[in-house]
Structure formats: structure tokens, C-alpha cells
């Protein structure tokens, strides 16, 4: 017998290809206040599309930023209540030059669907809204008490999204966090991602004397801004890849034997991935890809400027020089620990006569799931029974501030279920997802939220903190 939730958006597909492409034209740019109308537009369409669909007490949540959209179904009493997130704002388009279709205007090739957003995170946040509204639509009701959480600020760090939570902690208590962010590490390959890496971010300039001079009268007499900003990047790893920052591996634990050999049993093929890159393998000494990837932490230049970067040539030693670094956290990294490390390192490596300026950006730590976690493994045999296939544990190499914050605020965990994947282009021109994510994540939403509509609020009380 087919099931009739799946019955229903098989026959919907269309209208649902409709409604993400109305969503995925709002130009929702978080980081710009020049799209503060694709913003406020994508808010309303979502709040317009929930309550259609049937939740109650739809609002939005504000605590300064862009606010997130909020709604409820708590019709199934004993029952687990899940928040289900997902994230409306994405990353500029630029550099629009690079487009093979216009950024904002949905376009399907070769099975793919184009625009910003609909990988990260419109198109997988629609596969857990039309799921949730299909079963309202064909059973009256969900397995689960459900709240969504959709916020705006994802793509710039979820500035607010902590005090959301602080502020609202009465309508957003719940059991465990169902994210449709995070992404799905191959489409040809069932995993689950378990954990993903922690963030923080710092930005530096030097000043080595009053004004940019010039080099025919100056060189090689005084210090080049450019030229220490690019000694101090330089310091942060010895030649073998390893970071020489002192402190920074504070508390990051080796891979376990286990460990390896579950990498080890991963299909990966190391050659292919560099060869479609146009790049060779880099990074840490000792550790391969998915270790590098996974289990270690990194310190990164984002950016690096100074001096004249116009056309032609301006012959200028540079007074003044800015960077951004970035590092990834694993598990047992502190990030705040992590970043003091790193100045600590810039001021005692800058120097003499040369002054430094430290400006800190947004942390988050690392997330690993619980092992055992009754949504965690809901999850795996909702793969297993839409596949066929044991799902593998993997970890998420970027960052969902989502997960910390989360676990700060509510004292729950997060188990991501997106079924977009991680070679989609997202943060990059012509972004797509494939139109067989649908059916990929249709299948397994339903059979996720069947099998927890079996389980009880109280299966969750020993993971709740």
C-alpha cells in the first residue's frame, strides 16, 4: 500500500517546484542591507506558506537582527516535540558575471535546478515544509509535536539567534533540534553527518609608519605593511602544514583507532577530488583527507590586502596592511582559547615599530552527536529503510552555529537531516540542487517522522541537559 503523505506530494510536485521558485526569487541576502526588501519578502512568503499549511501562533522572533520565522503543531500529546530548522537568508550572488542563468530567477538544467539558495538552504528548509504540510494535508496531523524555527541570519553567524532563543525560551522548548541545514556529503552515497567543525574568525591590520611612501625614496629603509602582514600569515604553520601557534591544539584528541578504520571504509576517491579542483592535496602533515577534513582544526587566511589595488602600477611602500583569518574547530577546542592563542602568536611574532590591531569576529564551538541519541538513529534507519542501505557516519567539515548555540541555550541536541549535497555549488556562482533531492528527502522525511511518532517525550529526558 502506498503511503498516502508520499502519494500526495508525488502528485504535488509541480506546485511544489512552484512555491520554492516563488521563495528562491526573493533575493534574501543576509550580510547587505541593500536587500532588505528580499528579506522581509521571503519572511512573508514563509509565514503566509505555514499557516496555510497549518501551524498555529505563526510570528516572527526578534531580537535586533533579521528575525526568524516561527510556528507550531503540538496536536500529538506524549509524543516528541521537535524544532525544525531551517534557514531563510542566503549569500550574495556576486560575482554575478560568473551566472550561466540570472542568480534570482530559478532555471532547471540537466535535472538541476539553478539559483541562490536552492541548495543552502531554501530547497532542503522546502523538502521539511512540504513534508510537514502533506501530512497535515492527508492525515489531519503530524507524528510529532512540531515547532519551526526558520531563521534569517545563518549565512553572517547567527548573530541573534542566541538571544532568540533566550527570549523565547517557553515557545521554543522541545526535545532535540531536526535541522534541514548541514547538507549530505554525496548524493550516490547514504550518510549521515554526526558532527561538523567550530568557527572563529579575526581580522588584523598593522601599521609600520604614518603614510604609504614612496618606494624609490624609501625602500629597503623602512618595514612594508604588506610585507610583515604576509611574516605574520606565514608564521602561523611550520613547513610540514602543522599549526606553530602555541596553544592552539590545546585539547584536540588524536583519531582513535576506531575511528580510522571507519574512515578507512569510506568510498573516497582522493585523486578525483583534487583533479576536479585543480589543485593539489595541502594541509597537515601525517593525517590524510578525511582526517585533515574532519578531525583537525585549521587556521586560515580569508583575505589579504593593502597598498594601491587600482589599475596600473602605483609605486608605494604600504603604511598599512588588514587581513582575515579564520580557523576551524574540532571537539575538545575552547574557541575562544583557540583565538586568544592566535593573537597571542600575531603580537609576539609582530615586529618592533610595528603596530597591531585585533579585531575579533564570531565564535562556535564544535558539535558531536550523542551516539546513542534516540533521533540519531531514528534517522539512520529512516535511510536504511528509504535506501537500503546502512547509512555511513560522517562529519561536516564547515560549521552550523545552529548546533552550539542550540545546546547552550535550550540544553538539546541537533541531528541534521539536509538533503542538499556538498558539491552544489552553494556559496559560489550557479548554485543548484538536484531535483532528485526531492525525492531522496521526501522518502526519508516521511519515514523519519512515522518512526518517531513510535517514540515518547520521556525516550528524549536523558539527553536533555
Known amino acids: 500500500m502506498s503511503d498516502p503523505v508520499l502519494a500526495r506530494l508525488a502528485a504535488d510536485r509541480e506546485g511544489i517546484l512552484e512555491r520554492l521558485g516563488e521563495l528562491l526569487r526573493a533575493p534574501s541576502v543576509s550580510t547587505d542591507p541593500a536587500y532588505a526588501d528580499g528579506m522581509a519578502a521571503a519572511r512573508t512568503i514563509l509565514m503566509r506558506r505555514i499557516t496555510a499549511a497549518g501551524f498555529a501562533n505563526v510570528r516572527l522572533l526578534d531580537a535586533g537582527g533579521h528575525p526568524a520565522v516561527y510556528g507550531e503543531w503540538t496536536g500529538a500529546p506524549g509524543r516528541p516535540t521537535v524544532l525544525v530548522y531551517g534557514h531563510y537568508d542566503v549569500q550574495p550572488p556576486d560575482p554575478t558575471g560568473l551566472w550561466h542563468s540570472p542568480p534570482f530567477e530559478p532555471t532547471v538544467r540537466d535535472g538541476r535546478l539553478y539559483a541562490r539558495g536552492a541548495s543552502d538552504d531554501k530547497g532542503p528548509s522546502s523538502i521539511a515544509l512540504e513534508t510537514l504540510a502533506a501530512f497535515l494535508a492527508a492525515e489531519g496531523r503530524l507524528p510529532v509535536n512540531v515547532k519551526l524555527l526558520l531563521e534569517g541570519e545563518e549565512e553572517v553567524g547567527s548573530a541573534t539567534l542566541g538571544a532568540i532563543l533566550e527570549g523565547n525560551r517557553a515557545s521554543l522548548d522541545a526535545d532535540v533540534v531536526l535541522s534541514a541545514d548541514g547538507g549530505r556529503w554525496r548524493a550516490d552515497l547514504p550518510t549521515i553527518a554526526v558532527g561538523s567543525r567550530g568557527i572563529a574568525a579575526l581580522e588584523f591590520s598593522v601599521t609600520t609608519a604614518v603614510k604609504d611612501l614612496h618606494s624609490g625614496r624609501y625602500g629597503g629603509i623602512v618595514p612594508n605593511a604588506l610585507h610583515v602582514a604576509a611574516r605574520l600569515i606565514a608564521s602561523l604553520h611550520r613547513p610540514d602544514g602543522t599549526p606553530a601557534v602555541k596553544g592552539f591544539l590545546d585539547g584536540v584528541v588524536e583519531p582513535s583507532d576506531a575511528e580510522r578504520r571507519s574512515l578507512a571504509a569510506i568510498p573516497f576517491d582522493d585523486p578525483g577530488l583534487f583533479a576536479g579542483l585543480g589543485a593539489e592535496p595541502a594541509g597537515e602533515s601525517g593525517y590524510g583527507t578525511l582526517e585533515r577534513l574532519w578531525y583537525r582544526p585549521t587556521i586560515d587566511a580569508n583575505g589579504l590586502w593593502g597598498g594601491y589595488t587600482g589599475a ?154
Open 312 to 465: 596600473g602600477g602605483k609605486t608605494v611602500i604600504p603604511n598599512l596592511a588588514h587581513a582575515k583569518l579564520s580557523m576551524r574547530l574540532v571537539p575538545g577546542q575552547d574557541p575562544a582559547n583557540a583565538a586568544a592563542a592566535v593573537i597571542r602568536h600575531l603580537r609576539s611574532h609582530c615586529p618592533a615599530g610595528t603596530a597591531l590591531a585585533v579585531r575579533e569576529g564570531h565564535h562556535s564551538a564544535a558539535y558531536l552527536v550523542p551516539d546513542t541519541h534516540p533521533l540519531l538513529l531514528a534517522a539512520e534507519a529512516a535511510l536504511e529503510e528509504t535506501t537500503g542501505t546502512v547509512p555511513l557516519r560522517v562529519r561536516n567539515g564547515a560549521t552550523l552555529p545552529l548546533s552550539d548555540i542550540v545546546r547552550g541555550a535550550l540544553g538539546i541536541d541537533t541531528v541534521m537531516y539536509s538533503f542538499s549535497t556538498s558539491d552544489e555549488d552553494f556559496h559560489a556562482p550557479n548554485e543548484f540542487i538536484r531535483l532528485s533531492a526531492f525525492d531522496d528527502g521526501f522518502a526519508a522525511w516521511v519515514a523519519l517522522l512515522r518512526r518517531l511518532g513510535q517514540q515518547t517525550s520521556a525516550d528524549y529526558a536523558g539527553f536533555r541537559r
